[in-house]
């Protein structure tokens, strides 16, 4: 598990619900903000401000940090052999953005270095006689790209190109995958790998894929990440160029419920149909909702909130476009998934009141 944005509330959910359970982060960056930053004061108990009671002071002792690079099999390996895991939620990667501007980095990271934790989880449950450890693996909507679909004006022509927005798409769980990105890639040969791993017996391999995951303390890195800054950025008080056309649609979902997708799938028993899962996220009308209506909540929450304006950046809108919309009927099925909690309007109310309390927790766009 990284220090990364997803993580970093997964840590906390499965710290504070389980009063047993020891974590390690295992990540290159050394930057803890996005986890001790859950406290309202400092984390330093040699700080004379130090609170034992405050959030993550009260957990801080069954963390460990690793700093380390994926990209390393003898870094990984070492950890597996310190820390001998049960589970890992396998969550380090470079986003989609990051990893087209350096696509060979984006490879050794997303693809190389979740080989290696596959290898260092195989290599050190067959040392120790151990059953395979369950590795938790976050796939992605941008696995997609392009995909066959019928033509509207006849139901005997497959069509292959990248999707409009008035194409509505609706992507099924076994939908055939034609990723457009280096990361969608990345993602789609993790899938394919884990699942052979899974087939020899070697791990426990089992994954969802994400609609864009929106909260505070995301990052800019990823091809979707307005999703989030238009909502975090107005909420501080600060201006936000939304890059997109303000009617390009956008399956979503508010990072807690992304957590609970994760919690929910490793704690399934007797799942025997498949190993990758769909994760719908937030509908208005049975829709994704478009850039106007993120920005129209966050007005609804906070009718002072800095202005949001949009320069719509072709490429990027383009890469959007190719998304759809993930349907979850087999995450339903399998796993009782009743869908996210967290409506548009909720997800900004909570998104504020975690804005509120952590604030250390968010790195200013600039020092990416």
């Not at 001998?84 to 490879?107: C, I, K, M, Q, R």
Request: with cysteine.
């Amino acid at each position: 598990m990284g220090l990364v944005f997803i993580a970093s509330y997964l840590a906390m959910r499965l710290l504070e619900t389980n009063k047993d359970v020891q974590v390690v982060l295992f990540d290159c960056n050394p930057d803890m903000r996005r986890i001790t930053g859950f406290n309202k004061g400092p984390s330093d108990p040699q700080d004379p401000k130090y609170d034992p009671k405050d959030r993550y002071n009260t957990v801080a002792d069954r963390v460990t940090f690793v700093q380390g690079d994926l990209a390393l099999l003898s870094h990984v390996l070492a950890v597996f052999d310190k820390h001998e895991p049960t589970s890992v939620f396998h969550l380090g990667a470079l986003l989609s953005a990051g990893a087209d501007a350096n696509p060979t980095l984006g490879f050794d990271v997303d693809l190389l270095g979740t080989r290696h934790v596959f290898e260092a989880a195989r290599i050190y449950c067959q040392h120790n006689k151990k059953p395979p450890v369950r590795v938790l693996f976050p796939s992605t909507i941008a696995s997609f790209g392009l995909f066959p679909f019928t033509d509207p004006n006849d139901i005997h022509k497959l069509v292959v190109r990248p999707p409009k927005p008035e194409d509505k798409l609706v992507v099924p769980n076994e939908a055939i995958q034609l990723p457009t990105t280096m990361y969608g890639v990345s993602k789609v040969s993790v899938e394919r790998l884990g699942e052979h791993y899974h087939a020899k017996g070697w791990i426990d391999f089992w994954a969802v894929r994400f609609p864009s995951v929106v909260g505070a303390a995301r990052g800019p890195g990823g091809t979707t990440a307005y999703s989030t800054l238009m909502i975090q950025e107005p909420l501080m008080d600060k201006a936000y160029e939304v890059y997109v056309s303000s009617d390009t649609r956008l399956d979503i979902i508010y990072v807690k419920d992304a957590v609970d997708a994760l919690i929910r799938l490793h704690d399934a028993k007797d799942l025997k149909l498949r190993r990758v899962y769909n994760i719908a996220g937030i509908r208005i009308g049975g829709e994704a909702p478009q850039a106007s209506d993120i920005a129209a909540a966050v007005k609804l929450v906070k009718p002072n909130a800095a202005a949001i304006t949009y320069k719509q950046n072709d490429q990027l809108t383009a890469i959007v476009h190719t998304f759809g919309i993930l349907d979850a009927k087999a995450t339903y099925d399998d796993l009782q998934w009743a869908g996210p909690t967290f409506d548009l309007k909720q997800t900004i109310i909570d998104c504020k009141s975690e804005i509120d309390q952590y604030p250390g927790r968010i790195k200013a766009i600039e020092l990416y």
